[in-house]
């Protein structure tokens, strides 16, 4: 799970884009209206086709701030080291799960979304 490397990372960030690829095939097959839970137009419970793209793109800002925070932990684990000397538990670990959690609700979503119509 760890992004120490090159492919890891890029595989993290491939999977990001899963859930808009997914949406970008399925979108042909929707019609014109679908069944929104969460609206922000209103309190309409059905919107446009395009707010199929609304968790993709989520997920795709929630990897960027995970691959932030795993970025930023290892400043701090750096700095940790050479000034205290303690061993810090890295806990990149965890935002890539999180990253991996937010994808999967969001095909999800696109699934429900398609399986709904």
């Known amino acids: 799970m760890k992004t120490k490397n090159i492919r890891a990372t890029f595989l993290n960030t491939l999977f990001a884009f899963i859930p808009l690829l997914f949406a970008s095939i399925l979108y042909a097959f929707?019609?014109?209206k679908i069944f929104v839970p969460s609206s922000v137009s209103g309190m309409q419970q059905?919107?446009?086709k395009n707010n199929i793209f609304v968790f993709p793109i989520f997920?795709?800002?929630a990897w960027i701030v995970c691959w932030f925070f795993i970025r930023?932990?290892?400043i701090r684990e750096r700095n940790d080291k050479k000034?205290?000397?303690v061993h810090v538990r890295s806990i990149e670990s965890y935002y890539v799960l999180?990253?991996?959690v937010v994808d999967v609700i969001a095909f999800l979503a696109v699934l429900c979304q398609f399986l709904i119509r």
Do not use: Q, Y
Request: glycine residues 6%.
């Open 59 to 61: 997920c795709i800002l």
């Open 83 to 85: 000034v205290e000397k």
């Open 30 to 32: 929707l019609p014109d």
């Open 72 to 74: 930023i932990n290892r």
């Open 98 to 100: 999180a990253s991996w």
């Open 46 to 48: 059905f919107g446009t």
